[in-house]
């Protein structure tokens, strides 16, 4: 089982960047991914997750309206659109994913706990 991030880097406050993040060694439409991020001094928060198989999308509060999660069957890769970023973003951005549990809100699925995890890719946004 892999999770290999990409597309972290610096930006400037309001820039945008795209993380990737793609997989293999699981059964991709059958499991939750996601974006949970570690900002120094700060616990993993989850950002935003996506079950591939049903295209069902969760965004947290804190970044919903400026970031969006979508999923490439084909490539078995999920991505991050980042939009407006501001210093609050600058965190570890970690990949993760689990086997998705039936009848179970995807808000409730996306979160650190997610037991498969990459290596994460750093996004700093300078002001």
């Known amino acids: 089982v892999q999770l290999v991030e990409s597309g972290g880097g610096l930006v400037q406050v309001g820039g945008s960047l795209r993380l990737s993040c793609t997989t293999s060694?699981?059964?991709?439409?059958?499991?939750?991914i996601g974006w949970i991020r570690q900002a120094p001094g700060k616990e993993r928060e989850e950002v935003s997750c996506?079950?591939?198989?049903?295209?069902?999308?969760y965004v947290t509060n804190s970044v919903s309206g400026r970031f969006a999660i979508s999923s490439d069957k084909t490539k078995r890769t999920i991505y991050l659109q980042m939009n407006n970023l501001g210093p609050e973003d600058t965190a570890i951005y970690y990949c993760?994913?689990?086997?998705?549990?039936?009848?179970?809100?995807?808000?409730?699925?996306?979160?650190?706990?997610?037991?498969?995890r990459g290596q994460g890719t750093q996004v700093t946004v300078s002001s």
């Open positions: 993760q994913a689990a086997p998705a549990p039936p009848h179970v809100s995807l808000s409730r699925v996306c979160g650190p706990h997610l037991y498969l």
């Open positions: 060694g699981f059964i991709f439409d059958d499991y939750v």
């Open positions: 996506v079950n591939p198989g049903s295209g069902i999308t």
